[in-house]
């Protein structure tokens, strides 16, 4: 299990927060998601077997921009 801190861009409300967290935790191995809008941040707990360029896709799909990732 690892923890990745993502800076996001385009969130702007608790609705754009609810989009990414309920995304991110229907995915395979992403066990907890919780973003801040605010802060422009999402953490999130996932599997050590998760690809990151798929959180990156989903994210993206939901219309928002991932500016950076990082291991925490």
């Not at 991110?24 to 802060?39: F, H, I, Q």
């Not at 959180?55 to 219309?63: M, W």
Request: charged residues 30%; negative net charge.
């Amino acid at each position: 299990m690892k923890k990745i801190k993502l800076t996001i861009e385009g969130m702007h409300c608790t609705s754009c927060v609810m989009l990414i967290e309920g995304d991110l935790e229907d995915c395979t191995g992403v066990k907890n998601a919780t973003c801040n809008y605010a802060k422009g941040e999402c953490l999130a707990e996932v599997d050590d077997a998760v690809d990151t360029n798929e959180i990156k896709k989903i994210i993206t799909n939901d219309g928002y921009t991932v500016q950076a990732m990082e291991e925490i």
